[in-house]
């Protein structure tokens, strides 16, 4: 049998689920207070692996809906009817005849059963009908929560893709009502779109949910997860490279996963220097398509402005000496540093800025 100890892309959980108890405590408090909530950070996060894990734990029935792959409002209306029929109910019987229970335009629904048995639910009506239909099935979690009377909680995941198809006053019109039947919980990848949507006075979600922000997995915990991994395997990682490991990842879950999970296949026993190094570069060959992709879709002065911020690091930027050396003024200096925000490439935490992918940052420092 060949053990992994590290595992990263797609979401975690048991043992490779690593810390976050302060988040899933906060997370457990506040659906039980019946809150709706906010959850925003990079891709790769590890935000989707810690709702999920929180929910498992509790109590609740759970509805989950991805929203990165759905391309209009027809599809979104099938996947989260499919979502809501696969999540509330043990048989798709059971799921069919509670729908036509309560489902006031009598619903013509199709399942679906794929080899392993697992159903799938589709509601076959016209695109012309859409806005009555999506009305309905917003419903359906609170009609199914009232009905049994427990609480239900659903999760929107990759939410800033909602932008894309402009329901979001139909979903806020309707979700609105369902105090606290219903706990939602919105998941985004963009800062710069999740904070817009939910802080902006003139958006529809204005003020509708309790931001819970989620932080880097601290070096401490790391640090024993990774030993952890290691000695249960009969391989040896000493503490100074559990450290090199982590000013790279910089805690960012899936960087600190892969750099582990690559060193630990390159290691027979014992963790050496040069071996950390090799899975560090391994990585970042691996990665390169993707950091040019996020490079060639800078400007010039974007850019130039993270260059300067690697150079000089994220503070004080706005020094005379500073922007000499780039050739920046400072308003076309601001111009870029909101660009690149913008772009969720960069952030801001006390006036200083830095990169939001770590990786990212050493692949521009060796450029
Ligand atoms: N709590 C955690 N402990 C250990 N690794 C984690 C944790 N959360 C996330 N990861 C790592 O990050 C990767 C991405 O997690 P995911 O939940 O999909 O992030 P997101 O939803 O923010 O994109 C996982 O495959 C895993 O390698
Ligand atoms: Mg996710």
């Known amino acids: ?34 809150l709706n909530l906010l959850l925003y950070a990079p891709r790769r996060f590890g935000k989707t ?4 894990h929180t929910l498992k734990q509790t109590k609740y029935k759970y509805i989950f809906l991805d929203f990165m792959s759905i391309v209009d409002e027809y599809e ?30 009598k619903p013509n629904i199709t399942v679906d059963f794929d080899i392993s048995g697992n159903p799938s639910f589709k509601l076959n009506f016209l ?16 009609l199914y929560a009232k009905y049994h009377n427990k609480k239900v909680v659903v999760i929107f995941d990759e939410f800033q893709e909602v932008v894309n198809l402009e329901i979001e006053d139909k979903l806020r019109a309707v979700l609105q009502h369902h105090e606290d039947m219903v706990s939602y919980i919105f998941l985004g990848s963009k800062k710069s779109i999740m904070t817009n949507l939910f802080f902006d006075r003139s958006k529809p979600f204005y003020k509708s949910v309790k931001h819970i922000p989620i932080d880097k997995i601290g070096f401490n ?28 990842s910089k805690g960012f879950p899936y960087y600190t996963q892969q750099i582990a999970s690559e060193l630990f296949n390159m290691t027979q026993k014992v963790v ?5 190094e090799e899975a560090i570069d391994s990585i970042l060959e691996k990665e390169e398509d993707l950091f040019l992709n996020e490079w060639n879709h800078l400007s010039q002065q974007q850019k130039k402005a993270l ?16 922007m000499i050396e780039y050739n920046f003024t400072s308003s076309s200096l601001k111009k870029a540093i909101e660009g690149l925000v913008a772009k969720d490439v960069i952030d801001s935490k006390k006036s200083s800025f ?8 050493l692949y521009l420092s060796r450029m």
């Not at 830095?354 to 940052?361: R, S």
Request: with cysteine; net charge negative.
């Open 221 to 248: 915990n790391w640090q024993k997860y990774i030993k952890n991994g290691f000695e249960t395997n009969n391989k040896k990682i000493e503490d100074n490279h559990i450290k090199m490991i982590l000013e790279v």
């Open 49 to 52: 692996s810690l709702v999920l």
């Open 354 to 361: 830095y990169l939001q992918d770590p990786l990212f940052e």
């Open 272 to 276: 050496v220097s040069e071996v950390v």
């Open 76 to 105: 979104f209306i099938n996947e989260y009817f499919n979502a809501i029929s696969k999540s509330l109910d043990t048989t798709a019987d059971k799921v069919v005849e509670f729908f036509k229970k309560i489902l006031k335009v």
């Open 1 to 34: 049998m060949i053990k992994k100890p590290f595992h990263y892309g797609g979401t975690v959980d048991n043992q490779y689920f690593c810390n976050r108890m302060s988040e899933i405590k906060e997370l457990t408090t506040d659906i039980d207070t019946g």
């Open 307 to 322: 260059k300067f911020l690697i150079h000089f690091g994220g503070e004080n930027i706005y020094q005379k000496e500073k």
């Open 127 to 142: 695109h012309k009908e859409n806005a009555t239909v999506l009305k309905e099935v917003l419903e359906l979690p609170y």
